[in-house]
């Protein structure tokens, strides 16, 4: 029997250091997250009502574009019709919302004719926007014309009250949406990153995105960056389609309703795949190429809000976190002391080893392919569990005080008293441990991680309660030294006085 019961506290001892020590060998640490490292939060919410399928598509296409950059785990979630981006450890978030969250909406344009630039209208600083009106019939003379371009004493022009077609990011409200009728209009459009300098009146789309299968960005021998795409075999038929229709043509290349670049298209036939060209840095030609490479979203995104979190400011909050639970952690540690006395030196050793254990276990959790992150939210959660591991140490000695009270040798209430009080501990971590699977499974952002590691501490608690606090205490109980120990004896953290381990 009391080989048995050393054999459990080792064992469940060396389990819980084994962990911790394997993580530290490994150099695994947990994985903070955003709110505790620093970094990037964005909320983004679908011009249109859309389907939760729908919403679920931009979430997969924006995670797959992260993990293209190499971001470490992201939390892409949805909130009732919102999209939440959380990215730790960002160190250029520019670049990183430019590759997530443009819609990356391609369109191939026939060029009609060219179009006079456009004087926004300015009231208190801020720009007034301009009400919709259809793009002019282009002379006959001058569609598809790159000689148009070459010359600004061309005949032709706009009567200066047609208006430039505003950013679809503040259509007005009298407007189709830009996702939804954009492909099949006559717009104006201006070059991406040009200002009004070059304005272009363009056809309905001959061809979209979707015919592209991949994409690259590449620096030319002249110094310029580029986009090479290789086409899909469905994709390069239509292409073919378009490049025979508009050969020595000018078709513009509009990306979320703006000119890429206008080339004339030099052949009939594209066999394999293309280039889109224009005013590339290397950064917005890799942006491209990876939003090509997985595709557009179904449903224009708005940028609600975007939040940058210094790593300075996670560092003060990771901080006072832990300095809030160290502190409730030490006085928790001294009443008990001062309290149960040998007794509470059990529950000294158990919160150490279920502490070595956690940590193991989430810097693994992190390490490992799932990812997980440590927020301040998750933080609390295990301060939580601190309270819920005590509250069971205290259910199990109050049981065994009750017993001594009742006539009974101390040997014999630890021998016995654990079975009852296990019944109670068990119950209340179930409902403890339910609570959290729920609100885990309701919840989203940083209430899950709350949720999660309230429900795993939990776990642990049931676990080392049977494992290392129950036999720990009965060798205790057993041990003349321990029970009667003039101050730190188990007789006096029972009221009990003294009493031979008989």
């Not at 019961?5 to 994985?31: I, R």
């Not at 210094?310 to 009443?335: E, H, N």
Request: positive net charge.
């Amino acid at each position: 029997m009391r080989r048995g019961l050393v054999t459990s506290v080792l064992v469940s001892s060396l389990v819980c250091l084994g962990m911790l020590g394997l993580a530290l060998g490994l150099g695994w640490s947990p994985k903070l997250g955003l709110d505790l490292q620093g970094g990037l939060s964005v909320t983004y919410q679908p011009a249109r009502k859309v389907s939760s399928s729908t919403l679920q598509t931009v979430v997969n296409i924006m995670s797959a574009r992260v993990n293209a950059l190499g971001v470490a785990q992201p939390n892409i979630t949805t909130q009732g019709n919102d999209v939440v981006v959380q990215l730790p450890g960002v160190k250029s978030p520019q670049q990183v919302l430019a590759a997530v969250g443009t819609t990356a909406e391609l369109f191939f344009r026939p060029v009609l004719c060219g179009a006079p630039a456009f004087t926004p209208t300015v009231k208190s600083g801020k720009v007034v926007p301009t009400a919709y009106t259809p793009p002019p019939t282009c002379p006959t003379a001058y569609q598809y014309s790159s000689a148009y371009y070459t010359s600004s004493t061309q005949g032709y022009s706009v009567p200066t009250s047609i208006a430039e077609y505003p950013p679809y990011a503040s259509l007005p409200t009298t407007t189709p949406a830009y996702d939804q009728d954009h492909p099949n209009q006559n717009v104006i459009l201006s070059a991406q990153g040009q200002g009004q300098a070059a304005r272009y009146v363009l056809g309905p789309a001959a061809a979209t995105g979707k015919v592209i299968k991949s994409a690259t960005a590449e620096l030319t021998t002249t110094g310029q960056w580029i986009v090479s795409f290789t086409l899909s075999g469905q994709g390069q038929s239509t292409f073919n389609s378009l490049a025979s229709k508009y050969y020595g043509r000018l078709v513009a290349d509009d990306l979320d309703g703006q000119v890429v670049s206008a080339p004339v298209i030099a052949a009939t036939s594209f066999p394999g795949g293309g280039q889109v060209s224009g005013s590339f840095t290397q950064k917005s030609a890799n942006a491209l190429a990876l939003q090509l490479n997985y595709g557009s979203f179904p449903v224009r995104m708005v940028r609600l809000t975007s939040q940058t979190v210094s790593a300075s400011l996670g560092s003060a909050s990771l901080r006072a976190g832990l300095l809030a639970g160290a502190l409730g952690l030490l006085l928790v540690m001294g009443y008990t002391i001062a309290y149960y006395r040998a007794l509470g030196v059990v529950v000294v050793l158990g919160l150490l080893t279920t502490g070595a254990f956690l940590y193991g276990l989430i810097s693994a959790l992190g390490a490992s392919s799932l990812g997980l992150t440590l927020d301040l939210s998750g933080v609390t959660g295990l301060i939580v569990s601190v309270g819920i591991t005590v509250d069971s140490y205290i259910v199990y000695f109050e049981r065994l005080k009750d017993e001594v009270r009742a006539g009974r040798s101390i040997r014999a209430s630890v021998d016995k008293g654990f079975a009852s009080a296990y019944r109670t501990i068990l119950s209340a971590d179930a409902v403890s441990f339910l609570g959290a699977l729920v609100l885990w499974l309701i919840s989203v952002g940083s209430v899950k991680g709350f949720a999660f590691m309230l429900g795993i501490s939990t776990l642990t608690d049931v676990v080392t309660a049977y494992l290392f606090t129950r036999p720990l205490v009965i060798l205790l109980g057993r041990n003349r030294v321990f029970t009667e120990a003039r101050w730190l004896g188990v007789a006096r953290g029972l009221d009990r006085r003294a009493e031979a381990a008989t």
